[in-house]
């Protein structure tokens, strides 16, 4: 029941503003420390004020102990003249009262005459034969009081009496009071201060989270990050000074940056990206469109003022290639090279269940048999020499597609022996590279086929033994024209084909 009435509470806080929260939180924590420190004040002020009256107590039990007259009296037991002494004493000090006692602590003067010659209270056992002062605190004849007492000595050092002075319990409470008082206000003063200073604070803070909760706030970054991440552009955001408060993964790749993004935060822009111009020059105007180069890519960027108000936060930059659509077009061209292909395969085997369907109408079994094991045993073979020479699936899958659109087409794919491919090149992945093999025999395929020479074959041969990656296509086509030979390696020169001239110039 108890557990249950926290979470309640606990709930209930949760419930409150965020501000509210932090501002009951000061609060509670200011009254903790006032709290402490008054107990502290008071603590100390208590030791000090007891330590005081004793040591004061004490003082003036030695001195009227020490007291010739005193002495005198004490030894003739003189009554009178130890009242005379005691009352006079009484008026010129603070004490609440003075009693003064023989060798055997009888009373020879007290404050209520009644009491005299009675034994005095809270004697210490064998104190006052051993010489000892000591320091009492209880409630005697006269009261709740803390007590002195000395013994009184003569002149041959030998005790014949003893003093003592009291200070009652409630002239101690007014001197407390006089003091505690004064500095309660003080704590009051102070609490109502850290009270207004709280709320302060609590407003300023609501007005920078702009009315939102931690966890609206702690939403919106995750968003942000969340969007950051899954824009296919980069994007980088700088603050009026040109230091980088945001960068997303695409921007890092584009720009080789390979540490993670977090060691890039409170970096100047231009140690990040060379030609920082663009992120830095009139940072307060919009610009759309614009071409510029970062790091040695040639990009199309966009930029975006951030502010609050009337107040410039920065900028968010945001870029991408130029060459973005040649690697979209090597894309687009190779999923057609996988409809092609899976349209080659259907129609071949197509033509092969038609075939297979006639044998088994003419009854001619045997034959049959014999197709259907020679063709398993073809395509198996093709498959498992394509498999143990290339490991990359995609390209493997590409290939036997290749040949049987090559037979579809009255060709002959040769891949020559010692074909081989361990893995992919640096900064390609499979459909790109795919795309490339894919082009060149296309355009083998279809130099072949305009060429009324050679013997419509296509030879392939893929390497990667060395250090680099060698591929080459050899046809019966007409080839690539002199002008043509220095242009068909640049980047972007990827064109529609419609005349044997600009054959093969969709391999780049």
């Not at 404050?111 to 809270?122: A, D, L, S, V």
């Not at 014949?160 to 003063?189: C, H, N, Q, T």
């Not at 130029?322 to 085997?349: G, M, P």
Request: overall charge neutral; hydrophobic content about 45%; charged content about 20%.
């Amino acid at each position: 029941m108890l557990q249950l009435n926290e979470n309640k509470q606990f709930a209930f806080f949760q419930r409150l503003t965020f501000p509210l929260r932090i501002f009951l939180l000061i609060l509670v924590f200011s009254i903790f420390v006032i709290a402490a420190l008054a107990q502290y004040f008071t603590a100390s002020f208590e030791d000090y004020l007891t330590l005081h009256v004793r040591d004061m107590a004490m003082n003036q039990a030695k001195i009227i102990a020490s007291n010739d007259s005193v002495i005198s009296a004490v030894k003739t037991r003189d009554y009178k003249r130890l009242a005379t002494i005691a009352n006079k004493l009484q008026r010129d000090t603070d004490f609440d009262y003075v009693v003064i006692g023989d060798r055997h602590s009888i009373r020879l003067y007290h404050p209520n005459p009644e009491k005299i010659g009675y034994p005095m209270q809270f004697t210490k056992q064998g104190a006052l034969e051993k010489g000892e002062s000591y320091f009492i605190t209880g409630k005697g004849s006269m009261g709740m009081a803390m007590r002195a007492k000395t013994p009184i000595f003569d002149d041959d050092g030998k005790v014949i009496g003893v003093v003592s002075i009291g200070y009652l319990v409630s002239k101690i409470d007014s001197w407390r009071a006089e003091f505690l008082l004064p500095m309660a206000g003080v704590f009051v003063v102070l609490l109502g201060i850290l009270m207004l200073l709280s709320w302060f604070l609590a407003a300023h803070i609501r007005r920078q989270m702009m009315g939102m909760e931690p966890k609206q706030i702690a939403r919106v970054v995750r968003q942000q990050e969340a969007l950051f991440s899954s824009v296919y552009e980069g994007l980088i955001a700088v603050d009026p000074h040109g230091y980088i408060t945001a960068i997303n993964r695409n921007a890092r790749k584009m720009l080789g940056l390979s540490s993670p993004g977090r060691q890039w935060l409170g970096k100047p822009i231009a140690e990040v990206v060379r030609s920082a111009d663009f992120f830095t020059e009139q940072i307060d105007e919009k610009r759309q469109d614009v071409v510029a180069n970062f790091n040695g890519l040639s990009v199309i960027a966009n930029r975006e003022a951030i502010r609050s108000g009337d107040d410039l936060l920065g900028a968010i930059i945001s870029f991408r290639s130029k060459d973005e659509i040649s690697t979209l077009n090597a894309q687009l061209t190779q999923i057609k090279q996988y409809v092609e292909s899976l349209r080659t395969l259907r129609h071949e085997h197509l033509n092969w269940m038609s075939t297979l369907n006639g044998l088994l109408q003419m009854k001619e079994y045997d034959r049959v048999l014999a197709m259907v094991q020679g063709e398993s045993q073809a395509q198996q073979q093709l498959i498992d020499s394509l498999r143990e020479a290339f490991a990359d699936r995609q390209v493997a899958g590409l290939l036997f597609g290749k040949v049987q659109r090559a037979r579809e087409l009255g060709l002959k794919m040769i891949i020559v022996p010692g074909s081989q491919l361990s893995q992919l090149p640096p900064g390609l992945d499979s459909t790109e590279f795919a795309a490339i093999v894919g082009n060149l025999l296309d355009n083998a395929f279809e130099a072949s086929l305009r060429s009324d020479e050679g013997n419509k074959s296509v030879e392939l041969f893929l390497s990667d033994e060395g250090d680099d990656v060698v591929i080459e296509v050899a046809d019966q086509g007409c080839g690539v024209p002199e002008s043509l030979r220095d242009k068909i390696f640049e980047q972007g020169s990827v064109r529609v084909l419609t005349s044997p001239v600009n054959m093969a110039l969709g391999c780049t």
